[in-house]
């Protein structure tokens, strides 16, 4: 596992220990989280290309449906 050192700012910070007290997790594990909940999400390059398919296909799925 690597690890990331993050500059934040003093008010990001405090909003982060709040938030990690409410949910009973440490700051670090509720920062993970985000990273992996960010890192999840497919890129708009990847999206575009799924709605470009779906839709060019949209009639043959109809008819299998």
């Known amino acids: 596992m690597q690890t990331l050192a993050v500059p934040i700012s003093e008010e990001q910070f405090e909003q982060l220990q709040r938030r990690a007290e409410e949910l009973r997790v ?4 509720l920062a993970q989280a ?3 909940d960010f890192l999840a999400v497919p890129d708009d390059t990847f999206t575009a290309a ?11 799925y109809r008819r299998l449906a």
């Not at 440490?26 to 594990?29: A, Q, R, V």
Request: charged share 20%.
């Open 26 to 29: 440490s700051p670090e594990t």
């Open 34 to 36: 985000g990273i992996a």
């Open 50 to 60: 799924a709605d470009q398919i779906l839709a060019r296909n949209a009639e043959l």
